[in-house]
């Protein structure tokens, strides 16, 4: 390779990084949902003004330039790590990512003025990025494997590149090689597999970021957005799960249905804000009184559901005792009122085999509406009223 090849090859480089951290920037501000990382922008934009300044230092015999570009090169990738830990919301100290990137960034240029050998920093400083592959393997395993599944791969894949591609940038230095005068193809694929390198880790932010969003939408999606209870859509597959057991095994399962009484006098007499602290308060007192294996949703208003697994309707019908009594002793304290809370309770279970969930769930609500004719404040097992 000429020395003109090495310095195309270098400017390439330097467009690819600056174009990448411009997208990912131009995301980033015009406000996409994602919430993609400011550090990748700003990282990829680093690493483009780091590798214009290292060819040029080179090729001019500057090493002060040169030894500035490595440093920030290294500081740029530190900011990429920093972003992919924040997109895989993995917990990490940033002060020890900052003072160890720093300590690499500055350590490469003392190691190369104090033995006055570039070569030296041009070492040292891919020992750093091979610390940085490390830390993204060690990242790839402290993801979440039901959000991240193609992230964890790619990450691998990313960690495992730039380890070998700094491996193979040291032997290509210790062989005397120089970014823009190589004349080996060895060092033109080094620096092929350097951009190769770039293009990875870019692709491994993109897809962290949207695996991210898209489990957030999922989770999002199965929870009630005021109460953080189950949303309808996770009550009824988890219902068409407990059925699918109950025909199949004759697995029990029960159904707990209610809402609050006289719902509607307190948002006409008190407003829809102390009408949303009711459903809290409602919300936190069900789940303090079930058990973990119960599934406890708000399909909408002011009616809840409990979803109880191998459990008979005599049983579920103690729960849904638990819970009216700590409605009762625990009353909705707002700065505008003070309120007693009571709410009526209909429970079922299935019957033979022509059941379906609808049918139970049904009759869940025939209990509840007895219990409601029947003075308010109690519990009803369907067949019972």
Request: hydrophobic share 50%; proline share 3%; net charge neutral.
């Amino acid at each position: 390779m000429s020395q003109l090849g090495g310095i195309a090859f270098a400017g390439l480089h330097v467009m690819l990084l600056a174009t990448i951290g411009l997208v990912f920037i131009t995301i980033r501000e015009l406000g996409a949902p994602w919430g993609l990382p400011r550090q990748f922008g700003i990282g990829f934009l680093l690493s483009a003004l780091a590798s214009a300044q290292i060819v040029f230092g080179y090729a001019e015999g500057n090493a002060a330039i040169s030894s500035i570009g490595r440093g920030l090169s290294l500081v740029a990738l530190g900011l990429t790590f920093d972003g992919l830990t924040e997109a895989g919301r993995v917990a990490l100290a940033r002060r020890y990512l900052a003072a160890g990137t720093l300590a690499l960034a500055v350590g490469q240029g003392l190691l190369a003025w104090l033995l006055g050998d570039e070569t030296a920093g041009a070492v040292a400083t891919n020992i750093g990025y091979a610390t940085f592959g490390v830390l993204i393997l060690w990242l790839a395993g402290r993801l979440p494997k039901a959000d991240h599944g193609i992230g964890i791969g790619l990450l691998i894949v990313s960690g495992v590149a730039l380890v070998a591609n700094s491996a193979l940038r040291i032997g290509g230095i210790l062989m005397g090689a120089s970014p823009v005068a190589a004349t080996s193809v060895f060092v033109g694929l080094v620096m092929a597999a350097t951009i190769v390198v770039a293009v990875l880790i870019a692709i491994t932010a993109l897809v962290m970021v949207a695996e991210r969003y898209a489990a957030q939408v999922a989770r999002e999606a199965q929870r009630d957005s005021l109460t953080s209870l189950a949303s309808r859509r996770l009550f009824d597959r988890q219902m068409l799960y407990e059925f699918s057991r109950w025909q199949r095994y004759k697995r029990p399962f029960a159904v707990i249905l209610f809402d609050i009484d006289h719902f509607k006098r307190v948002n006409d007499s008190y407003g829809h804000d102390v009408g949303d602290q009711a459903l809290l308060l409602v919300a936190k007192l069900g789940e303090s009184a079930l058990r973990p294996t119960d599934l406890f949703a708000r399909l909408g208003g002011d009616e809840f559901v409990v979803l109880c697994p191998d459990t008979e309707p005599q049983a579920a019908a103690a729960l849904a005792a638990r819970m009216m009594e700590r409605l009762r002793q625990t009353p909705l304290v707002t700065p505008a009122v003070t309120l007693t809370l009571t709410a009526s309770f209909g429970v079922s279970g299935p019957e033979d085999g022509s059941d379906t969930v609808a049918h139970v769930v049904k009759r869940a609500d025939d209990a509840a509406y007895s219990a409601k004719r029947g003075g308010r404040d109690r519990v009803v097992i369907y067949g019972d009223s």
